[in-house]
């Protein structure tokens, strides 16, 4: 199945808590009632939305990258290195902006060293979109 029709359709099977969730959200920026100063402009309305809703879009995307390099299959913590096949170390993860179609969104990325090729790398990089 194409990802965007797949992803239409988990969006799709969201759409009632989606819904609760932007009624929450109305509550908190128009007052309990989630309406609207009589007056306001659509513009201002569509402003807001627009924002809120790229800001939603990073908090996900950012929670899921960084949830999935915490939960790195152990084929690939244990992998050797890619060119020569040595012993990796691990080292500590670095920051990595991603620029997304809603924005930039910042996780810490997991890496090792190979020693023998003076090189680091990413396991993110090789992973994503793959399975062991
Ligand atoms: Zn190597």
New binding site residues.
Partial sequence: MDKKVAAARKAQELRGQIEQFAGSLRAEVYGEQGCPAWGTLFSEIEELGVQVGDAICRAFIQQSVTQQAEEEPSCYQHAG?P??G?PLDHRDPEPKPLLTRRGEVSWQEPQTY?K??R?AFFPSVQKFGDTC
Wanted: aromatic share 0%; net charge positive.
């Fill in positions: 290195c060119t020569c040595g190979c023998k090729c090189k």
